[in-house]
């Protein structure tokens, strides 16, 4: 028999085979089905394996764990979670189970259906219409009428966010676009929005030991809220509630996490001539920042414990957080400081006085004045040696900071003043009076924009360093005009999805834009086609005047002396996600 050839014994089997029943056939083929199973990757050693699955998304990872129980411990190895989420920028913060002190609502008014800077009412006509600067003119504290302008919160999204609810108003409202409904959610004490989760007890992130995986399923969940509109909305301030908060129109804000603690905090401006700080475990004011600006604050910008602020009194004021005292007065500008902002290196400001001055740490010595626009610069941004500025004259300039040399000047941007920017090389995301806003990347030349009139625009694009002239038409080098709205496609343009005023304040994150109007709304985009995602309206009474978010929510502040809190983590723990 061994003789035979390996054909033969093939006939045999099937001969013998053929000759049982069909119910026996079954059976032996039930019992030969593991046999002609092979589990390649099982097989082989498990860093091999690992590096087999650190090559598949995320949703293919979810998958493979319902393979087989070796599948199962292979794709849920931190080690590929943490790869995933390292991609997307996300960390683990060691959560803290210290409880807030008891928190009343003492200082909160009700919730009903019934706010990077801004100004109060509008009580006069614009300034030059050729040359606007993208803000009606507003009233300040103090005796003189002042024309002001600033930017979009520049707090980049990408180094911030958390925080979870601790003080729901007794109406609190649970909000979702897949029900389009109203669900009152059921009051809990000391609950509120997503400023640190505070509601976990025993679960996964109280190991010591990082979870990776349940880091970026939470992280997905977040966004898939956003996509839905899914958000708990409350007020951290309304009018004259809670006690030392603002007493006027609150006009900048910014998120900021301190590096030693992990703790979120919220700074805000306002024309009481006052930076307060909140804590949004609480919502309470921790600390009232005051006695060197003699007019509105309409600027701030904070970073690496330092604080900046800027106001119409025409001074930049430089804060040690730490030491809680002024660093540095700087008072250069010959109007209004409509925006500030810093790194490491320099201060950079901008004014009412149509300049830009740059300072260097640590002395905060004069380096440059760049002048070159023709009306006043509302907005300014800085990325390491890149300078971008927004003015009323509709161009955005392009500057090297090393050496005050303007690089490019994209002339008409807008088809009016530029009233906001935020920067994120090679993107400059920018909003209008013209109520549109644009993201365009500055070396290609590319991006959309929610305005259908660019094609008509004259946008001349030109080089400060004796290099050839280029100049498009807005639009004609891949720039697509959205509507937005239900994540449409390019080219369809619907009026019922754009701001209908003034785009007074925009912000960069890594999925999503946001923009802020007078409208009285803030709409979030997708960064990458523009389509609109989100449509968040109902917070606010007044004009818009400053928008920030991170992963968890968003926050706002107007010239009705609110400041909105839209949770996206509302009922579910985020304490382990780094801001």
Aim: some cysteine.
């Amino acid at each position: 028999m061994q003789t035979l050839p390996t054909q033969c014994f093939l006939d045999l089997a099937y001969q013998l085979l053929a000759s049982l029943p069909r119910a026996r056939l079954a059976t032996i083929q039930r019992r030969l089905a593991p046999l002609l199973q092979f589990d390649v990757v099982g097989s082989l050693p498990a860093e091999v394996s690992l590096q087999i699955f650190s090559y598949l998304p995320f949703p293919a990872l979810l998958n493979c764990a319902l393979v087989c129980r070796r599948w199962t411990i292979l794709a849920n190895d931190q080690a590929l979670w943490k790869n995933l989420c390292d991609g997307r920028g996300w960390s683990w913060r060691q959560p803290s189970f210290k409880y807030p002190p008891a928190f009343t609502q003492s200082g909160l008014d009700a919730w009903n259906d019934s706010d990077d800077e801004g100004m109060g009412d509008s009580d006069e006509e614009a300034e030059e219409e050729e040359l606007d600067s993208g803000f009606a003119s507003m009233s300040f504290a103090g005796d003189e009428q002042v024309i002001a302008s600033t930017s979009s919160n520049a707090f980049a999204p990408a180094p911030s966010r958390n925080r979870v609810s601790v003080y729901p108003p007794p109406n609190n409202k649970v909000y979702s676009s897949s029900s389009k409904k109203l669900a009152t959610a059921r009051p809990r004490a000391a609950a509120r929005h997503s400023a640190p989760s505070l509601l976990s007890s025993v679960s996964s992130s109280s190991s010591s030991k990082p979870n990776y995986k349940l880091l970026h399923q939470t992280q997905i969940k977040l966004q898939k809220r956003i996509l839905t509109s899914s958000y708990r909305l409350s007020a951290l301030q309304t009018r004259g509630a809670p006690t030392n908060s603002h007493t006027n129109t609150i006009y900048c804000l910014q998120l900021y996490t301190y590096p030693s603690s992990g703790a979120q905090v919220l700074f805000t401006g306002s024309r009481d001539k006052t930076v307060r700080e909140w804590n949004l475990s609480t919502g309470l004011v921790e600390r009232v920042i005051g006695g060197i600006h003699t007019s509105s604050v309409l600027s701030i910008c904070v970073y690496n414990g330092i604080l900046a602020s800027a106001g119409s009194d025409r001074k930049v004021v430089v804060w040690d957080l730490e030491r809680n005292k002024v660093m540095k007065v700087i008072s250069d500008h010959e109007d209004s400081v409509l925006c500030v902002r810093f790194d490491e290196k320099r201060l950079v400001s901008c004014s009412k006085d149509r300049t830009v001055r740059t300072y260097l740490f640590p002395d905060l010595e004069p380096q440059f004045v760049l002048s070159a626009h023709r009306a006043a610069v509302n907005a300014v941004s800085i990325s390491k040696t890149l300078i971008v500025s927004g003015s009323g004259d509709r161009s955005i300039r392009l500057w090297d900071a090393n050496t005050g040399k303007s690089l490019r000047t994209f002339e008409n941007h807008h088809s009016r003043g530029i009233a906001s920017i935020d920067f994120k090389p090679p993107y400059v995301l920018s909003g209008s009076s013209d109520k549109h806003l644009r993201l365009f990347d500055i070396t290609t030349l590319q991006g959309w924009s929610t305005s259908p009139d660019h094609d008509t625009l004259s946008g001349s694009v030109s080089h400060g360093l004796g290099q050839a002239v280029l100049c498009q038409t807005c639009g004609n080098s891949g720039l697509v005009t959205l509507g937005g709205g239900g994540r449409q496609g390019p080219g369809n343009v619907h009026k019922n999805v754009l701001h209908r005023d003034l785009v007074r304040s925009v912000a960069f994150g890594d999925e999503f834009v946001l923009s802020g109007s007078y409208d009285l709304s803030i709409k979030v985009w997708d960064r990458r086609t523009g389509a609109l995602v989100a449509d968040l309206s109902g917070g606010h009474t007044g004009r818009i005047f400053c928008i920030g978010f991170d992963c968890t929510k968003v926050v706002s502040c107007g010239e009705d002396q609110r400041i909105c809190i839209w949770d996206f983590a509302h009922g579910f723990d985020t304490s382990f996600i780094n801001l």
